[in-house]
């Protein structure tokens, strides 16, 4: 029988080889480059329909985190968190291992957001001449802010405000186009048809605002808000 006699060179190359063998491609280490990526582009598709231009940047992994290679990683975000400013993403490896690891990230948000032009008493319906426009990183102002003149105008100031102030959704208020208890004209649309009936709100409601109607035969139908006592129902 023939011996075969292991060196120390020998062993010092089996050793190597054993080092080597989690970088491969089933059982190597998670990229962390790669992984700060996928965070980053998570938060765009997340931020999409934020206006303005949004901008993401996730901090950068430790890299002594040593993350077995992941076929199946799935992304959250906190419950009840913003998406913009400073926020931190979990992401969770499903397969061949479980790990969840947290990604710190800034999200910039750059847009424009409106202003008084000058001061607004109590009560003062808004009008396009009681707005400007600022334009900074909505992450650096307080929620709520508009950022369409639309959205303010025909709203009344709640509490009297000074020229500069930056227009938050708390300091105005929608005023009701239709009041409780009120009738109303129900505008039924659909394609090719209309068909209108009369009824009662049951509630409140300003421009656009969804509101409940009790119709003749005693059905609650649910239905938009409009100038006028107006209810509109689209199918």
Not at 11 to 17: E, F, N, S, Y
Not at 21 to 42: I, K
Request: proline share 4%; glycine share 12%.
């Amino acid at each position: 029988m023939k011996r075969v006699y292991i060196t120390g060179r020998m062993i010092a190359l089996l050793i190597a080889c054993l080092w080597v063998l989690p970088t491969s491609a089933n059982g190597g280490h998670q990229d962390l480059t790669q992984l700060r990526q996928q965070v980053e582009q998570f938060l765009l598709s997340q931020s999409a329909s934020l206006p303005g231009k949004v901008s993401v940047s996730a901090m950068a992994i430790d890299s002594r985190l040593k993350l077995a290679g992941c076929d199946n990683l799935q992304m959250s975000l906190p419950t009840g968190s913003r998406i913009w400013g400073r926020t931190s993403v979990g992401v969770r490896c499903n397969a061949p291992q479980v790990w969840t690891v947290y990604v710190q990230a800034n999200v910039q948000v750059m847009a424009e957001y409106l202003i008084a032009a000058g001061p607004l008493t109590q009560g003062h319906i808004i009008t396009e001449q009681d707005l400007i426009k600022g334009q900074g990183d909505l992450a650096k102002l307080p929620p709520g802010v508009f950022t369409d003149i639309s959205q303010a105008v025909g709203r009344a100031v709640y509490v009297p405000l000074s020229a500069g102030t930056v227009l938050r959704q708390e300091m105005l208020r929608v005023l009701p186009v239709v009041q409780q208890g009120q009738k109303v004209v129900l505008n039924t649309i659909g394609d090719g048809f209309k068909v209108s009936a009369e009824g009662t709100a049951l509630s409140n409601a300003g421009e656009g605002q969804r509101v409940k109607v009790k119709v003749g035969n005693g059905q609650v139908v649910s239905g938009l808000a409009r100038q006028g006592g107006l209810i509109e129902v689209i199918f």
